[in-house]
């Protein structure tokens, strides 16, 4: 089985005018074979939150998710160091936005399809033997969720062996610890380029497969 965990950092807004939208959006994909490694990873969200975040001395509020925007970075290296055994990978893809075409940036839901096929094409998918399970955090409506697996299945069945099923899934990080380990990563690659800090990005750097802005 290989899982893929996809994300994204900062917002598809365009108007740099009269709001003040992020300067990047980032898509970010954690790559992870097989049921064992990924159980691991799971285990390492479940152990930093017990350990970290809700110890037993101080459970006045339950804390149910690991997040990139206001996980301490301690924590985060915490995390690092429970799972960085793990064979897994990480492909991310950050779009200059100032550089997107008006056209574009008028229809959201296609820009990020778009960059989200990118950085799957990173992936060699080509090697799949077993079931791939593709699991996207939940923040589309209905439409655009069908849109988005629609576009997504289309490009992945034509380099995929027939015999190698493609499950597309949307969940909610308080539903799958997955997507807050992927959550953790793009925050990083996203905050590189955004703000030009690079602190977590170090931790992690060389689990990263592939990383790069889109200059459209």
């Known amino acids: 089985m290989w899982y893929l965990y996809l994300d994204e950092s900062g917002d598809l807004g365009f108007d740099f005018v009269n709001k003040k939208p992020s300067r990047f959006f980032t898509v970010t994909i954690l790559a992870v074979r097989g049921h064992d490694d990924n159980r691991a990873l799971i285990n390492g969200v479940k152990k930093t939150l017990k350990r970290k975040l809700n110890p037993k001395n101080r459970r006045k509020r339950i804390v149910r998710e690991l997040k990139g925007t206001n996980t301490t970075l301690e924590i985060k290296k915490y995390f690092y160091e429970q799972i960085k055994h793990i064979p897994f990978e990480i492909y991310g893809l950050s ?35 077993l079931r791939v399970e593709l699991i996207v955090d939940r923040s589309k409506s209905r ?56 602190e977590w990005h170090e931790v992690f750097k060389k689990k990263i497969k592939y990383d790069t802005i889109y200059l459209p």
């Not at 008006?102 to 090697?127: Q, T």
């Open 143 to 198: 439409p655009e969720i069908k849109e988005f697996n629609e576009y997504i299945r289309q490009q992945l069945e034509a380099r995929l062996n027939p015999d190698v099923p493609l499950d597309i899934y949307h969940w909610s990080s308080d539903e799958n610890l997955g997507i807050q380990v992927v959550d953790l990563f793009s925050w990083g690659i996203f905050e590189r380029y955004e703000r030009k800090r690079n």
């Open 95 to 129: 779009l200059n936005k100032r550089r997107v075409y008006e056209r574009l940036a008028r229809n959201k839901s296609r820009v990020y399809n778009f960059i989200a096929k990118n950085v799957l094409d990173k992936i060699p998918f080509e090697d799949a033997n």
